[in-house]
């Protein structure tokens, strides 16, 4: 699956969440998308990710939420599990 694709999957998922969604409000959907898109490729080339929900002022436990969400994604697509870990130490910190 194309960075991109996972990125778009793994907004949508958060869109959907009813406690995260408010937290989007007013917020470039496409920019914040454009933002994961480039945060999932660093992360998949073992490179350090900025938070992209920075700013957005989520508590620890929504940020993990948030992290557990693109975690499925990218097992839902087939990723190795060891490129997952990569994936999750980059973004999650």
């Given amino acids: 699956m194309k960075p991109e694709e996972t990125a778009s999957r793994w907004l949508r998922l958060v869109v959907a ?20 898109a480039a945060s999932v490729t660093a992360a998949l080339a073992g490179r350090p990710v900025d938070d992209p929900w920075q700013g957005l002022g989520l508590s620890e436990e929504q940020h993990r939420r948030i992290l557990d969400y693109l975690i499925g994604v990218l097992w839902a697509s087939d990723l190795p599990q060891e490129r997952i870990a990569m994936v999750r130490t980059a973004v999650g910190g």
């Fill in 17 to 36: 969440d009813a406690e995260l969604s408010p937290y989007l409000i007013g917020v470039d959907l496409r920019r914040l998308g454009a933002h994961l």
